[in-house]
């Protein structure tokens, strides 16, 4: 069995958020297994699973994903929407638009320190749209 919900998140400022409860919030009753994919629908922003226990972690994958992918690049040419823009598009394409994650007794199998996180590349994102879906 499949279902799929399609839901919004709201606008969060730059940054790397902890979305797990967002995200659970949404969905329906789990089944005993089975596998939750959850997709973003924008190119400026990703979805990754990582360490929820420090938010320091959120701090320094901010600073190093801004280190690899700078702004204000002179080569750049999708720049309309600001210097923020291209970059963004390029660091939702290194970390990607969707997860997935093992459903085992009803409930997600993440690690003891891991949770899902919207990777807000923009200065001014908006919401964001999210598709989960949970195959049993």
Same mark, same amino acid.
């Given at each position: ?8 998140? @709201? ?9 797990? @409860? ?5 969905? !329906?009753?789990?089944?005993? *297994? ?13 979805? *990754? ?5 420090? !938010?320091?972690?959120? *701090?320094?994958?901010? &600073? ?5 992918? @700078?702004?204000?690049? !002179? ?22 638009? &969707?997860?997935?994650? !093992? ?8 690690? *003891? ?22 195959? &049993?």
């Amino acid at each position: 069995m499949v279902q799929q919900i399609e839901f919004s998140l @709201p606008a969060y400022s730059r940054g790397y958020h902890l979305i797990t @409860p967002k995200v659970l919030a949404q969905l !329906p009753d789990l089944p005993k *297994t089975g596998l939750l994919s959850i997709f973003i629908k924008h190119t400026s922003a990703a979805l *990754t699973v990582n360490e929820n226990a420090d !938010p320091s972690v959120r *701090t320094d994958f901010e &600073s190093i994903v801004n280190h690899i992918v @700078p702004e204000n690049l !002179p080569f750049l040419k999708h720049t309309m929407e600001g210097p923020d823009d291209m970059p963004a598009h390029i660091k939702a394409s290194f970390i990607g638009s &969707s997860v997935t994650i !093992p459903i085992t007794n009803g409930q997600l199998n993440l690690g *003891t320190w891991q949770g899902v996180y919207l990777c807000e590349f923009r200065n001014h994102g908006g919401c964001r749209k999210l598709v989960a879906t949970v195959y &049993s």
